[in-house]
């Protein structure tokens, strides 16, 4: 019998999703090093925000669907150039499996109202887009009713165009970027807070040393990371199996110095 795929996905889920063809397999590497060396280079300050950068990279890669994951805010303290974007766009390239930032770019209100129709247009042929990135918000609470519903269904109504409405699994992660954010109730509820702070004097390779970073190696790292019997943790948020799958793991791979195992 051959096997039915819905969709084609050019980077791995650890798990695997049912009815997902995985273009470049499941890679696991013998260690974690790539992937602490990436969350190095993206933020070197305190060990909190470091393991929420961690957990903000490999969650794309986690093969569960449905609204289990918070959403990733990135904050600075009012600081342009403090590199929020720049770790929405890592993520998005990574996470693509073609090395494109490819995400879907929320800006305005409009923006929100098409992405169904984005949505339907790219993600139901070749899977390169996991995250959707409200970037540099700024006005009133960041929320609404159909926010919330696309952010916790298990499956996403779009329309495609020539084609009309397509379902696609919840496979979804969202990352808002800004200073001093402005979210309702729910929504900061659902949030999990990364701040990342301006260097105080900038590399001038740092750019060009994370555009030539082998990806590869990373998602290899990423792979190694989810092998990772996770440990018990005491105290969980609104997202108790995100808090098992992915907090479980950063506690049972940190060394005593704070550094990846």
């Given at each position: 019998?051959?096997?039915?795929y819905?969709?084609i996905?050019?980077?791995?889920?650890?798990p695997?999703?049912d009815?997902v063809?995985y273009?470049m397999?499941s890679p696991v590497s013998d260690d974690?090093e790539?992937?602490?060396?990436?969350v190095?280079h993206c933020?070197?300050?305190?060990?909190?925000d470091?393991?929420?950068?961690?957990?903000?990279?490999?969650?794309?890669f986690?093969?569960?669907?449905?609204?289990?994951k918070p959403v990733?805010?990135?904050t600075?303290?009012?600081?342009?150039?403090?590199?929020?974007?720049t770790?929405?766009?890592?993520?998005?390239?990574?996470?693509?499996g073609?090395?494109?930032a490819?995400?879907?770019?929320?800006?305005?209100?409009?923006?929100m109202?098409?992405?169904?129709?984005?949505?339907?247009?790219?993600g139901a042929m070749?899977e390169?887009h996991r995250?959707?990135?409200?970037?540099n918000y700024?006005g009133?609470?960041?929320?609404?009713?159909?926010?919330?519903?696309?952010l916790t269904?298990?499956?996403?109504?779009?329309?495609?165009?020539y084609?009309g409405?397509?379902?696609?699994?919840n496979?979804f992660?969202?990352y808002?970027?800004?200073?001093?954010?402005?979210m309702?109730?729910d929504l900061?509820?659902?949030s999990?807070q990364?701040?990342?702070?301006?260097?105080?004097?900038y590399?001038a390779?740092w750019?060009?040393?994370?555009?030539a970073?082998d990806l590869?190696?990373?998602v290899?790292a990423?792979?190694?990371f989810?092998?990772?019997k996770?440990?018990?943790?005491s105290t969980?948020?609104r997202?108790?199996?995100?808090?098992r799958?992915?907090?479980?793991?950063?506690d049972?791979?940190?060394?005593?110095?704070g550094s990846l195992?």
């Amino acid at each position: 019998e051959v096997p039915q795929y819905d969709s084609i996905s050019m980077a791995p889920h650890y798990p695997p999703v049912d009815g997902v063809f995985y273009a470049m397999g499941s890679p696991v590497s013998d260690d974690c090093e790539a992937l602490w060396d990436l969350v190095d280079h993206c933020a070197k300050h305190e060990e909190l925000d470091r393991h929420w950068i961690l957990a903000a990279v490999v969650t794309p890669f986690w093969g569960q669907v449905g609204g289990v994951k918070p959403v990733f805010a990135v904050t600075s303290d009012g600081q342009q150039g403090a590199g929020k974007t720049t770790l929405c766009r890592t993520i998005a390239r990574l996470a693509s499996g073609i090395d494109r930032a490819n995400y879907y770019g929320v800006r305005s209100a409009s923006d929100m109202d098409n992405l169904p129709r984005a949505m339907g247009s790219t993600g139901a042929m070749a899977e390169t887009h996991r995250l959707v990135v409200i970037d540099n918000y700024r006005g009133a609470a960041l929320g609404s009713g159909e926010m919330e519903a696309m952010l916790t269904e298990d499956q996403v109504n779009c329309w495609k165009l020539y084609h009309g409405q397509v379902t696609l699994p919840n496979l979804f992660c969202w990352y808002v970027t800004g200073n001093a954010l402005d979210m309702s109730e729910d929504l900061a509820s659902r949030s999990a807070q990364i701040k990342i702070r301006k260097p105080k004097k900038y590399s001038a390779d740092w750019d060009e040393k994370l555009a030539a970073w082998d990806l590869d190696a990373v998602v290899g790292a990423i792979g190694r990371f989810f092998a990772t019997k996770p440990s018990e943790i005491s105290t969980v948020n609104r997202f108790p199996l995100w808090c098992r799958e992915i907090l479980g793991r950063i506690d049972a791979r940190l060394v005593g110095d704070g550094s990846l195992a």
